[in-house]
């Protein structure tokens, strides 16, 4: 909702304007809610009998100073309620009036009766290899996540016969010593030197892939250790955030906190609670982390920022990125938004001067841009959607001892089951879209909905045996590769396989060091640093280079560009082979031919002649119901408002949402477009209580996403 209540303050308690981001538990209706104070005020007479709030949760706001007035700057810009803004930024058990948790380091050390019996150990057990780790001194937790893996089973066992002990001690206040890494190229000692120790500076860190930009995080971070401050940094997938955090760790000589989604509630309660108090030094976390309290803020780092994940795509549609940037400001810090294919908006700023531009053009230490083959498939006769010659380079690299990734960004089987005899093919009957083919044929799964059923053994249409799987999915290629390769690993990482907690670094730890084959989705390309792997075969990008969405080309030259980036990272030189139908396509040609430079300067001139961003600002108003015509009289009755109110704003639609139909809603959009941003966010302003009010709202479930980045 979007107004706010008011209450009388607690029997006996003073309001003050020190109540304003504390929690309170109130009455409402006939419920006891958990409420923020937003603000102190005299009691309207006109308002008649307030209610008392029944408890103050909080000694001292939670949401105060900097964070709560960017989270009343960020529900302006995305015209969300409030309430729900502070709700977002507060962990699970906060919002439900959890106190707020006391966090303890602890740290295991041996006992006078460990030390004594240490030699009587069990040479090469765990505990054995514990103990001596730990030592009389002994070690934090957190250093033993990092030094010896499952090292808890130990631990109780030498507590259990009274030779180590487990302490509570306080949170180091002093940072050690920073870690030796690789020396720096003159590249990444000019961007070091550039990045200011306070104040508002937004750098774009644009650096080829493996050029070190970690390296050039690592030592920004560090300084701002050195004057006492804090450091953000923001990941797009939690799949980079234990590699992340075990690098970070073994460099600068703190704990480093994790925050995502992936964590129980009282785990990120936990975290948010040490940040709030200062504790937590060096944060890593994905696109929720950006509301963590930041009392000493010294750093904010944004690692592939161009990355769609950073987008929140339902709730409050913000994006990370640019709230970051604005708590960046509000704060006084550096901003270091880090890519080697930086979205085109971040690109514009840094070309225009809004934001400082970093480049590290070559890779670090001995590693080489890898040679790239396009493989022209046309007319080519395909196992599994790999051409003869492909297969052969992939022997050739396994017999040498390199690892292969073969990229197909579509997970599943098959994208469709088709009968060969009459042309039936598998359609959900919630979505207007094909089922995916899971399980080598025997179930059908809709990627929209999420609906499942078994394959059917027949044609439902004329009842012929002829079903075919058609296409090619991640599991088709594992099954092809795990047969032509059976001597080596061949693991397959989707979204299918990496759901369950660390499955991305178990399967890293199965390929190991030895020659082997990774087949996977989008979720590789993101950042994932595999010394070992000399070559990457793109199956099958040609769904990207037709799409309707004016951004489909960005992001498909992102892609190619991030996971040809996984070659050749190390001192073996590395091989990227593209398969396509479309070798001529422009968008392949200016890659090939300029890389990611060229073709941001070419897309760019082509987006300011069709007044798309960054040189227009966007908004989206969905809106879906089980009646089209529901729909459809909604957004019509929107955009009269709309236009009632702004006559400078370019109104697109009501059309039908590229997919008209998912999980049994009818879909459609309308696009509001502004040369001028406040002129948007005026009209949105004047126009949303008008469009709240319409007896056609009640009919609907409709949103309203500022900067969408996919217009779905």
């Not at 940040?275 to 930041?294: D, H, K, N």
């Not at 810090?333 to 400082?356: D, K």
């Not at 050739?396 to 599943?412: D, E, I, S, W």
């Not at 087949?519 to 070992?532: E, N, S």
Request: charged residues 20%.
């Amino acid at each position: 909702m979007r107004q706010a209540f008011d209450y009388l303050p607690p029997a006996g308690h003073p309001a003050g304007a020190e109540d304003v981001g504390r929690r309170v538990r109130v009455p409402f209706g006939n419920r006891e809610l958990v409420g923020v104070v937003v603000a102190v005020a005299e009691p309207d007479p006109a308002a008649g009998e307030l209610r008392a709030a029944l408890q103050i949760l909080d000694e001292a706001p939670l949401l105060a100073g900097e964070l709560r007035h960017s989270l009343q700057w960020l529900a302006g810009y995305t015209h969300a309620p409030l309430g729900e803004v502070l709700a977002t930024a507060l962990p699970g058990s906060l919002r439900h009036g959890q106190p707020l948790p006391v966090r303890e380091t602890w740290r295991w050390r041996l006992t006078e009766a460990g030390m004594t019996a240490l030699d009587r150990l069990r040479a090469g057990s765990s505990p054995r290899r514990l103990a001596e780790a730990l030592g009389r001194e002994g070690l934090a937790e957190w250093q033993l996540d990092d030094l010896q893996p499952g090292w808890r089973s130990a631990a109780r066992s030498l507590a259990r016969r009274g030779f180590a002990e487990r302490q509570a001690e306080q949170v180091a206040a002093t940072v050690l010593p920073m870690q030796s890494g690789p020396p720096l190229n003159p590249e990444q000692t000019a961007a070091v030197a550039a990045i200011p120790g306070h104040g508002f500076a937004p750098i774009l860190l644009e650096g080829v892939t493996g050029s070190g930009k970690t390296e050039v995080y690592l030592q920004a971070i560090a300084a701002c250790l050195a004057r006492g401050r804090q450091a953000l940094v923001l990941v797009p997938e939690i799949g980079l955030t234990p590699q992340t955090l075990a690098r970070f760790r073994a460099r600068l000589g703190v704990e480093v906190h994790a925050l995502h989604s992936g964590l129980a509630d009282n785990e990120r309660a936990l975290t948010w609670a040490a940040c709030l108090r200062g504790q937590a030094r060096v944060i890593v976390g994905t696109r929720s982390a950006v509301f963590v309290p930041l009392p000493e803020a010294g750093l904010i780092v944004i690692d592939e920022e161009h990355d769609g994940s950073y987008k929140q795509l339902d709730g409050i549609r913000y994006h990370a990125r640019d709230f970051a940037l604005v708590r960046g400001k509000a704060l006084q810090v550096p901003v270091i938004l880090g890519s080697a294919t930086p979205s085109l908006e971040t690109l514009h700023n840094a070309r225009t001067g809004r934001y400082a531009h970093l480049r590290l053009a070559e890779r670090a230490g001995e590693a080489k841009a890898p040679s790239v083959r396009v493989v022209d498939v046309r007319k080519r006769a395909l196992a599994a959607g790999l051409a003869p010659e492909t297969l052969a380079v992939i022997a050739t690299q396994l017999q040498a001892g390199g690892q292969v990734l073969v990229f197909k960004n579509r997970r599943g089987y098959a994208p469709v089951l088709l009968c060969h005899d009459c042309g039936w093919s598998a359609h959900c009957n919630r979505c207007d879209a094909p089922m995916t083919v899971h399980a080598a044929g025997r179930r059908l799964q809709c990627h929209h909905c999420g609906h499942r059923r078994p394959a059917p053994p027949a044609c439902p249409d004329c009842g012929g045996l002829a079903l075919q799987p058609q296409g090619v999915g991640t599991e088709r290629l594992e099954e092809l590769l795990a047969d032509s390769f059976a001597q080596v690993p061949v693991l397959r990482i989707d979204r299918s396989t990496t759901q369950r907690k660390d499955a991305l670094e178990r399967h890293f730890a199965t390929l190991g060091e030895g020659p082997g084959i990774l087949v996977g989705t989008q979720i590789l390309a993101k950042g994932h640093d595999l010394p070992l792997l000399t070559l990457v075969v793109v199956v099958g990008v040609d769904e990207g280079l037709f799409s309707a969405d004016f951004r489909a080309g960005e992001k498909l030259a992102q892609l190619l560009i991030q996971v040809a980036g996984r070659a050749g990272r190390a001192a073996r030189p590395g091989q990227v082979w593209l398969q396509t139908h479309h070798p001529g396509h422009p968008l392949l040609e200016t890659l090939l031919s300029g890389g990611y430079r060229a073709f941001a300067d070419a897309e760019l001139i082509q987006r300011q002649a069709a007044g798309f961003p960054p040189f227009a600002h966007l908004a989206m108003i969905r809106a879906e119901a089980r009646q089209l015509e529901h729909v459809q009289a909604f957004l019509r009755a929107t955009r009269v408002a709309l236009a009632n109110v702004a006559q400078d704003l370019e109104l697109h639609g009501p059309m039908p949402a590229p997919m008209p139909r998912r999980a049994g809603f009818q879909r459609m959009q309308l696009l509001l477009s502004a040369i001028q941003r406040p002129r948007l966010h005026a009209a949105l302003q004047t126009a949303l209580p008008a469009i709240e009010a319409l007896p056609e709202a009640r009919r609907v479930r409709w949103s309203l996403d500022v900067d969408p980045i996919d217009l779905y």
